[in-house]
């Protein structure tokens, strides 16, 4: 690369860039953590109505054969068909909570990948500033070396001029 290349407003483009590059990373590690927590709450409320559910078919299966043996025959067809739901019910949401628990894992995997393409993005950022600081300082001191020299090429004219 020239040195063109290496001028304060070309990298103070490059900074400006980068700061967008910065914001957009940013937001897609938001969103991954927004659709992260979407997931994880799902997943939760799977877990709790397995939870109902097997409250339920405990609850059932107590009256089955405590309270309700008396009243089996009358009830009999209701609880049959209760449990049945229930079970299949049961089995289908426990089957999905596999699937729910795999996708919470994906997402915080994706999560984790754009959280570091994010913080990579500032690193890239504070090195670009590190560069502009670096031009700036070495077009001051070219600035001044010149100007120093000027003076220096005055003084020899006025020397030989007397």
């Not at 409320?45 to 309270?67: G, P, S, Y």
């Not at 299949?88 to 997402?107: F, G, I, P, S, T």
């Not at 994010?118 to 950022?125: F, G, K, N, Y």
Request: glycine fraction near 2%; aromatic fraction near 6%; hydrophobic fraction near 40%.
């Amino acid at each position: 690369m020239s040195n063109k290349q290496y001028t304060v407003p070309n990298l103070e483009k490059l900074l400006k860039l980068q700061r967008i590059r910065i914001a957009t990373a940013e937001e897609v590690y938001r969103e991954s953590q927004i659709k992260f927590k979407k997931i994880q709450v799902a997943l939760l409320k799977r877990q709790a109505r397995i939870e109902h559910m097997r409250a339920q078919l405990d609850m059932l299966k107590e009256f089955r054969t405590r309270h309700g043996v008396v009243e089996l025959v009358r009830f009999s067809g209701f609880a049959n068909a209760r449990q049945c739901w229930l079970e299949h019910d049961l089995e289908r949401d426990e089957y999905w909570l596999k699937d729910d628990v795999a996708e919470l894992k994906q997402a915080d995997r994706e999560v984790i990948e754009k959280r570091r393409l994010w913080l990579r993005a500032r690193v890239h950022e504070t090195r670009i500033q590190g560069l502009v600081k670096k031009a700036k300082l070495s077009m001051q001191l070219f600035n001044e070396n010149r100007l120093e020299s000027e003076i220096e090429e005055i003084s020899m004219l006025s020397r030989e001029g007397l």
